[in-house]
């Protein structure tokens, strides 16, 4: 009986011999014993090391073997033995743990050897997916940053380019970005608070100014059966011929522009915000207009993977299909906004909107915006916010222009949080139509007003055009010697900030004997005053004797 227990010892500890006496055999079962409890302790301690890291990491992991009241597992499946199994009494304790010490070592570089390597997120992709331009293989990127593209903003081909000509623009780009920035930090190392263009800015100036003199010259013919030509074969699979539209220097402009774009939506791509091709709206019918959308915009996941989405251009609830969108439209009552309105004149008229009283359509239209604003975040919550919904009327209702977001109690006297125009709107002049009815409301209010920033890039352009003609229609018509900016800001409720920084874009703004001058450029006020006249009698402004408002109170 002791024989068969010795036996059962010496085959889980040693290699099972049975002719050695059963002293040597219990000396050599005790000594493997010791080193493999030693061995497998050092593993055990690694791996719980490792686990306790990983689960550091996520804790969701962790949270969960909190509530499993099992021991954790090895590696192998088994749970870890105490410490009171190491047997600590066998003469070659220490040369057994570094031999257990190497060899754990040893497995653990064995076991990350096996470990699959982790990669990059720009370097993950889906080999499923393919660009749907006809004829391309999905290699290269617009960018000339990336491997592989999936969507038309990223292809090449699409661009009439190929993936190495992307490649060279984007070393060329690279170099031209690095010279800008070296310049700007040299220039604000030595620059003063108000300084003159610099020799080497006026002659880039003049530079860019002759390289776009020819850029409305028009194609020549055999310029326009090229065109044309590629038109045909191509369709709207192809991106336009661009080259002799117009000069190179807004040509290269152009594409650093779409190069910016893809770029921006491949990071949305990592990031997860939006899948290749699959849960971006690409464009939504909006009363009789079909528009191409230019951002994502978080709208529900049933519907953002449709691709494409019914909005109603009254009510804007939005629907999957156009059959939807018949049926709701039969029995829809809205033809104006909700809210009061409160500026009419002609067909144009503004409703105010409370974000508190009508929540559900003011969250549509935010998700609506987001469509075409980059920097837009408010989505959901529009109760601390006015809106002012700008509309067009026809026979068949008020139909949606644009709209200006404002806090009801702002402490910066913000007056714009987030404006918009309509992209079937715009470049009519109903951008400044909403930045001036802005203005107006701060002028009531008695208060000098400011757009909130970031200003999206549309944004920032309409601002600076409007900036520059209420100054320059205020030096046309002041008559006296000596102007001050607190004065113009006062009078048009421009923020002293704006005021200065459009004077110095215009080169109006000099430092002289200790002191700051305003000058009064002819040549830029009688160019303005000659754009007057040609424009004519435009309906395109606001009329204060048409605001029908009183600031509200407690709100």
Same mark, same amino acid.
């Given at each position: 009986?002791p ?5 059962h010892?010496?085959g889980? /500890?040693?290699? /099972? ?6 002293s040597?055999?219990r000396?050599? &079962?005790?000594?493997?014993e ?7 302790r050092?593993r055990?301690?690694? !791996?719980?090391?490792? %686990? ?11 949270? @969960? ?37 190497d ?27 393919k ?7 999905s ?8 491997e ?11 661009h ?11 070393? +060329? ?17 030595h620059?003063?608070?108000?300084q ?6 006026s002659?880039?100036k003049?530079? *860019? ?23 045909? &074969?191509?369709?709207? @699979?192809?991106?336009?011929?661009l080259?002799?539209?117009?000069s ?7 594409r650093?522009?779409? !190069? ?5 939506l491949?990071k ?20 009789r ?12 996941e049933?519907?953002?993977r ?14 999957k299909?156009?059959t939807?969108?018949r049926r709701h ?30 929540k ?6 935010? %998700? %609506?915006?987001?469509l #075409?604003?980059?920097?837009k975040?408010l989505y959901?919550?529009?109760?601390p916010?006015l ?5 067009? !009327?026809?026979n ?12 009801k109690? +702002? ?18 002049g ?6 001036? #009815? ?5 002028? *009531? ?23 520059k003609?209420?100054l320059?229609r205020y ?16 009078e ?8 200065v ?19 009064k ?8 005053k !000659?754009?007057?006249?040609?424009r004519?009698?435009s309906?395109k402004?606001?009329?204060? &004797? ?5 600031p509200?109170?407690? @709100?």
């Amino acid at each position: 009986m002791p024989r068969r227990r010795q036996r059962h010892m010496a085959g889980s /500890g040693s290699d /099972g011999t049975e002719d050695s006496d059963s002293s040597a055999e219990r000396e050599q &079962t005790n000594s493997s014993e010791s080193d493999g409890n030693i061995t497998k302790r050092q593993r055990l301690t690694r !791996a719980s090391t490792r %686990l306790s890291q990983s689960s550091q990491d996520t804790p969701d992991l962790k949270r @969960t073997a909190d509530h499993d009241e099992s021991p954790p597992l090895t590696p192998t499946g088994n749970a870890p033995s105490s410490e009171s199994e190491l047997d600590i009494s066998s003469p070659n304790a220490s040369h057994d743990e570094s031999q257990a010490k190497d060899q754990t070592n040893r497995d653990s570089d064995k076991d990350l050897s096996h470990r699959p390597k982790r990669r990059r997120c720009h370097e993950t992709y889906n080999f499923n997916m393919k660009c749907p331009t006809p004829g391309c293989n999905s290699l290269g990127h617009l960018t000339g940053k990336h491997e592989r593209h999936f969507a038309v903003s990223g292809c090449p081909l699409y661009h009439n380019l190929s993936a190495d000509e992307c490649k060279v623009k984007a070393i +060329s780009r690279e170099k031209q970005e690095e010279e800008v920035k070296a310049q700007e930090e040299s220039n604000s190392r030595h620059a003063t608070r108000h300084q003159t263009p610099t020799s080497k800015q006026s002659k880039y100036k003049e530079q *860019v100014a002759e390289m776009r003199k020819g850029r409305n010259a028009g194609l020549q013919k055999e310029q326009k059966e090229k065109h044309m030509e590629h038109r045909q &074969t191509h369709g709207n @699979t192809r991106e336009p011929l661009l080259e002799n539209i117009t000069s190179d220097y807004d040509l290269e402009l152009f594409r650093k522009a779409q !190069a910016r774009a893809s770029e921006d939506l491949e990071k949305l791509r990592i990031q997860g915000q939006i899948t290749e091709g699959s849960n971006m709206i690409k464009t939504i019918l909006f009363g009789r207009y079909e528009l191409d959308t230019w951002y994502h915009s978080p709208y529900p996941e049933e519907y953002a993977r449709l691709g494409r989405l019914y909005v109603c251009e009254f009510c804007l609830k939005y629907m999957k299909s156009q059959t939807i969108l018949r049926r709701h439209m039969a029995k829809c009552v809205w033809k104006h906004p909700p809210g009061d309105e409160v500026y009419r004149k002609g067909a144009i008229s503004v409703f105010e909107v409370d974000g508190k009283k009508n929540k559900i359509y003011c969250q549509n239209l935010c %998700l %609506l915006a987001k469509l #075409f604003l980059d920097h837009k975040t408010l989505y959901y919550d529009v109760e601390p916010f006015l809106f002012y919904v700008m509309t067009e !009327a026809d026979n068949t209702g008020c139909h949606l222009v644009g709209y200006f977001s404002k806090e009801k109690n +702002s402490f910066l006297n913000y007056n714009v949080s987030c404006i918009l125009t309509m992209p079937q709107y715009m470049r009519q002049g109903f951008g400044k139509m909403l930045i001036d #009815f802005s203005y107006l409301l701060s002028k *009531v209010e008695e208060k000098v007003g400011s757009p909130e920033r970031p200003l999206s890039d549309l944004g920032l352009i309409s601002y600076r055009s409007y900036w520059k003609e209420v100054l320059l229609r205020y030096m046309y018509n002041f008559q006296g010697k000596e102007i001050s900016i607190k004065e113009i800001s006062q009078e048009t409720a421009v923020n002293p900030v704006d005021i200065v920084s459009t004077l110095q874009s215009l080169q109006m703004l000099k430092y002289w004997k200790g002191k700051h001058l305003v000058l009064k450029r002819q040549d830029l006020i009688d160019e303005w005053k !000659a754009k007057e006249i040609k424009r004519g009698n435009s309906n395109k402004t606001i009329d204060p &004797t048409s605001l029908k408002w009183t600031p509200p109170k407690g @709100t």
